[in-house]
């Protein structure tokens, strides 16, 4: 804001934003008021200073019976499943958007990322018994070409740091070199 001249009403200077009206011709293809919001989408995030390339999975099977269930299950509040989730909520663990309770399928997973088409699975007291089942889950996921990364409960409770910088390397490992269906067609190459 610039400071107007002086008020006429009390003599007074006062604080005025001074606005200019662009030329009708500079306004073509610019949003209302001339303001310009960058529309470039990045096809990767960046983890410590390294590309991690986008992987999305269109299409997955989504069971709406079970949604009721996805909601009870994030408001259970599990305590090593709040505390992973306070570290990466709101884009905290790099801007990477991480979803809770996600339904995929006939099973609801403890959180998936999109944007690389990663299931992350914290294992508890719950797990135990069920290796049979969480395998056969498991691969049914994978089928659809998503990727499993599994955190055991203690863990998160007592050496989250460790959690969370281990899960840091395991996607700069698996996402930071585009896949063969990511990269795009060169000018030449139609491989």
């Not at 889950?137 to 281990?166: C, H, P, T, W």
């Amino acid at each position: 804001m610039r400071k107007s001249g002086k008020n006429n009403d009390k003599g007074k200077e006062t604080n005025k934003a001074v606005t200019r009206n662009p030329s009708p011709s500079s306004m073509k293809g610019c949003p209302k008021d001339g303001v310009v919001v960058s529309s470039i989408k990045h096809d990767y995030h960046m983890v410590n200073d390294v590309p991690i390339y986008k992987h999305y999975t269109k299409d997955l099977p989504y069971n709406r019976y079970l949604k009721e269930r996805a909601r009870k299950l994030r408001k259970a509040r599990n305590l090593s499943e709040v505390l992973f989730w306070m570290q990466v909520h709101k884009g905290k663990f790099w801007e990477i958007d991480f979803d809770r309770q996600r339904i995929i399928g006939n099973y609801i997973v403890d959180f998936y990322i999109k944007s690389l088409s990663l299931i992350i699975e914290i294992d508890g007291s719950s797990h135990i018994g069920k290796e049979v089942y969480d395998a056969k889950r498991q691969a049914y996921l994978e089928s659809f070409g998503l990727k499993f990364y599994r955190i055991e409960d203690a863990r998160v409770k007592n050496d989250l740091y460790s959690v969370m910088e281990e899960l840091e390397e395991f996607i700069i490992h698996e996402y930071a070199t585009p896949r063969p269906s990511d990269t795009p067609l060169l000018e030449g190459n139609n491989t």
